[in-house]
């Protein structure tokens, strides 16, 4: 007879409160960072159960003592499968990672602990507040004075980059790079005021065409909705703040005469932002727009439900959705189709233009792509060259 054995961290969190119907509780463990959802009826019934899978008592065991203790029946085996199946078993490798949707629908290039800076996160999560209050303050001053200044405001172009190409790339990444840190670093400042320690910090190229930069928090689920929804809001706030030094930082640069390529690295530096805030916001990618979106309609993981009704609609050959699902899913599934396919028409756009000039000249002016083709092709061989190693 089995004996079931759980992670010995798993508490019950409150998820969503409800005003005509039942909360929803999450049931779960901070070190694997997963969950179960239980209804509020159901929670202390499910908590009893897993407090007893500790590896000495068999599922019978399990059934009887709850049944006494609560007066609820419960099916252990099936509660245990429903664990397992989140990852919270024990005698699961602790160490594997939850797959993202970057890691599922793309490749995970890159993957560093930043536990070390636990004390630097912390120190400086009494700036959340500050930097907000400082940002609306900033986005109102910005658009009167562009408005005041308005002749001042000059086209976003990298016309100032021209001729110094080494020059160009390092700004370029300096500016996207500095960008996407601090907008990384702003969620895991945010979350550590509420107590959640930032982990890692991972690089994927999400349906292998696009680069996303993302910080893992464990344990969000735990903190309530508003909080939750400062550590999604907290990335676009500082690139409000990025946005609006930048803007200035131009008209005033320009207003004094200062060099082309000064005043293009600032209209870049808000025009970067600018796109980041929008990319972002966006809910049908799972960023930081659609987390946002699904606190605020309280619909737990509301992007794998969407998906998963679909799969099983599919599979059992029944509607087995609701219409704001399939709208969801249809829309998700346009937004990725749209990043996935203009990265392809444009490489195909760039190699056709310059075929004229051979095949050579062709697939030079589609060098990245074929690097990072190259990149992707190198990555999955020698994961799969390791892979074999430790079956070995």
């Known amino acids: 007879m089995g004996m079931p054995c759980v992670v010995n961290d798993i508490r019950p969190y409150l998820l969503y409160e409800y005003k005509n119907k039942e909360n929803k509780f999450a049931i779960g463990s901070i070190s694997r960072d997963r969950f179960i959802e239980v209804d509020e009826s ?122 110094h190409y080494v020059r160009n790339i390092i700004t370029i990444v300096l500016i996207m790079g500095v960008s996407i840190m601090l907008h990384e670093f702003a969620h895991g400042i945010t979350a550590s005021k509420y107590g959640i320690v930032p982990q890692k910090i991972s690089v994927s190229l999400y349906l292998y065409v696009s680069p996303i930069v993302y910080i893992k928090l464990p344990g969000l689920y735990t903190i309530r909705p508003r909080e939750r929804i400062s550590v999604w809001l907290a990335g676009v706030t500082v690139n409000a703040l990025l946005l609006c030094t930048g803007f200035i930082s131009a008209i005033i640069l320009n207003q004094n005469g200062a060099s082309e390529f000064a005043v293009s690295a600032m209209n870049y530096l808000w025009y970067v932002n600018l796109v980041f805030i929008v990319v972002n916001l966006c809910p049908l990618m799972p960023l930081d727009g659609y987390f946002v979106l699904a606190t605020l309609l309280k619909i737990p993981n509301l992007r794998s439900r969407s998906f998963a009704s679909i799969r099983n609609s599919i599979r059992n050959k029944s509607v087995q959705m609701t219409p704001g699902q399939l709208l969801y899913f249809l829309l998700s599934v346009i937004a990725m189709g749209y990043i996935f396919l203009k990265e392809i028409m444009a490489m195909a756009g760039i190699f056709a233009k310059n075929l004229d000039n051979g095949i050579g000249s062709a697939f030079w002016s589609v060098k990245h792509y074929v690097l990072l083709i190259a990149l992707i092709i190198t990555v999955k061989l020698v994961r799969a060259r390791k892979i074999r190693r430790e079956s070995i």
Do not use: C
């Not at 203790?69 to 990672?97: H, M």
């Not at 070390?116 to 009167?144: D, E, K, Q, Y």
């Open 42 to 163: 159901k929670k202390n019934t499910v908590m009893q159960a897993i407090d007893l899978m500790d590896g000495n008592h068999s599922y019978e065991e399990i059934e009887q003592t709850v049944k006494k203790e609560t007066g609820a029946n419960i099916n252990a085996e099936d509660l245990y499968s429903v664990l397992e199946k989140a990852g919270l078993l024990a005698e699961k490798d602790v160490s594997a990672p939850s797959r993202s949707e970057f890691e599922t629908l793309g490749l995970k290039l890159f993957e560093t602990g930043i536990t070390g800076l636990r004390s630097f996160f912390r120190a400086m999560s009494h700036l959340a507040f500050p930097t907000a209050l400082l940002t609306a303050a900033a986005v109102i001053f910005t658009v009167v004075f562009g408005a005041v200044n308005s002749r001042y405001v000059s086209s976003v172009s990298l016309l100032g980059f021209e001729g």
